[in-house]
């Protein structure tokens, strides 16, 4: 059992540890936001329920919590060698749009909205912001100019770069290896490079860009969520989070920047990190075309708290394989807790009820493990199945611990099925009863193009929807 302390997996120093911030009752946090040239997909969106998750239990815990995200829309190229295809320019090519900042802008703008919908859907508490890149290019030259003076840049053809070898403990985020094959691909995409790791600060593009000191172009990927980190949070802070991708580039290179432009180590105190959703065995992903949206779930009958659901089955550090049979059980199972949970009466329940302590005891002791959901679920089926508690007390505690899951047990209401349907599945029972199960089907079907289910059971049909 957890002693009550809130142990966090930090990916700098590979083990769980105590968290305390770095200023009392306050926690300030960067979550890396998406870059917003197409929809996200629900890989994407696995890193905002876990981080979404890690804010609620700060909070539950007592915390104010400042939590802050950035919305890449500038400077982001395919490659982590700083080379390739700009994503937003891929985005403004996809769509037949002129190449400009105006219309590179309305495109973040449009697909920012939708990222915030699928945010919205799946009970995600909106992180302050979300900031435009492009609205802080000043802070990325203020920094810039701060290691161009202390001399930790150079200049090659093409831009700035970071000259990695003037930091001793690069990599100290992944400690410090890399494969020597990856490493050789970094050298021939760019042979000016002195080190294969030195990374881009500023790229030029005499054709579309920001005015610099050193000519027109865009700051680099990742001097953008430093600038806006240290604006937001300050030179330190408590937790950055993001996927497990940003590790070994984007995060090592945030640490890199960020330290050696302010001087004072460590620039974020935890990073934490969040796995993979992968699908048929092999890395979600929008460049392999090998994905799935929000939208595409809910056109498959799969509610957005299922899939969140379904996340909190699993540690958010753990692989997760994505299937359509898993995701079925996942809305029965969810289905079942919110019919159980609407049979405890009214809400708020009469009378008050209170929150059981023994259970938020055992709740919490899973929970402050590292964020341990699957083990929290178990003790929320406990509950409800324990019938030596009376159904107020249930239903407190219930809420008390979707403070943290999130999985809107407060906004449930039990939903009145018109006359039509219920004369449907009425229909239905007495053709089954008749054994015409011809017409059955076909009534099944009508009730289904409703929006509805009919499940049959040993009370009775029992109607729900889709």
Request: contains cysteine; aromatic residues 10%; neutral net charge.
């Given at each position: ?29 960067y979550t890396c936001g998406p870059t917003v040239y197409d929809y996200v997909h629900i890989g994407n969106l696995r ?97 810039l100019k701060k290691l161009e003076k202390k001399d930790y ?314």
């Amino acid at each position: 059992m957890n002693s009550g302390k809130l142990l966090l997996f930090n990916t700098l120093s590979r083990e769980k540890e105590e968290f305390a911030p770095i200023q009392p009752n306050e926690v300030r946090m960067y979550t890396c936001g998406p870059t917003v040239y197409d929809y996200v997909h629900i890989g994407n969106l696995r890193s905002y329920v876990f981080a979404d998750v890690l804010r609620r239990t700060l909070e539950y815990l007592g915390y104010k919590v400042k939590q802050v995200m950035n919305i890449t829309d500038i400077g982001h190229l395919s490659s982590d060698a700083d080379s390739g295809e700009d994503k937003m320019t891929k985005g403004l090519l996809r769509e037949g749009k002129e190449l400009n900042l105006k219309n590179m802008r309305e495109l973040a703008e449009f697909y920012t909205e939708k990222f915030k919908g699928d945010i919205k859907k799946i009970n995600i508490k909106m992180p302050e912001g979300p900031y435009f890149a492009s609205d802080y290019v000043k802070e990325d030259i203020e920094l810039l100019k701060k290691l161009e003076k202390k001399d930790y840049t150079y200049r090659t053809s093409d831009g700035i770069y970071f000259e990695t070898s003037k930091m001793p403990d690069y990599g100290v985020l992944w400690g410090g290896k890399r494969d020597i094959d990856e490493g050789q691909a970094r050298v021939l995409e760019n042979p000016e490079k002195k080190n294969p790791k030195d990374f881009a600060l500023w790229k030029f593009n005499p054709n579309i860009g920001f005015e610099s000191p050193w000519g027109k172009g865009f700051p680099g990927w990742h001097i953008e969520c430093s600038a806006m980190g240290i604006k937001f949070l300050g030179e330190q802070f408590d937790i950055h989070t993001g996927g497990i991708d940003l590790i070994p580039t984007h995060h090592t290179n945030e640490i890199a920047q960020s330290e050696s432009a302010t001087g004072k180590k460590p620039f974020v105190k935890f990073w934490m990190h969040s796995e993979f959703v992968d699908i048929r065995g092999a890395r979600m992903a929008k460049s392999a075309g090998n994905f799935f949206k929000l939208s595409d779930l809910i056109g498959k009958g799969i509610s957005p708290l299922t899939y969140r659901f379904w996340l909190l089955m699993a540690s958010y550090r753990t692989k997760v394989n994505l299937n359509m049979e898993a995701l079925e059980g996942a809305e029965a199972a969810l289905k079942r807790l919110q019919g159980l949970y609407l049979a405890l009466g009214e809400n708020p329940p009469a009378g008050g009820g209170k929150v059981r302590a023994e259970y938020r005891a055992k709740f919490q002791s899973y929970l402050f493990d590292d964020l341990d959901t699957p083990r929290a679920l178990t003790v929320l089926w406990e509950l409800i199945k324990d019938e030596k508690i009376s159904k107020a007390d249930k239903k407190v505690t219930i809420l008390d611990f979707d403070k943290v899951l999130g999985l809107g047990f407060a906004d449930l209401k039990e939903e009145k099925i018109s006359e039509a349907v219920k004369k449907l599945a009425q229909e239905r029972e007495e053709a089954r009863q008749k054994k015409d199960f011809k017409k059955s089907d076909e009534l099944r079907v009508k009730i289904n193009s409703l929006g509805y289910e009919v499940k049959d059971s040993a009370d009775g049909p029992k109607i729900s929807r889709m």
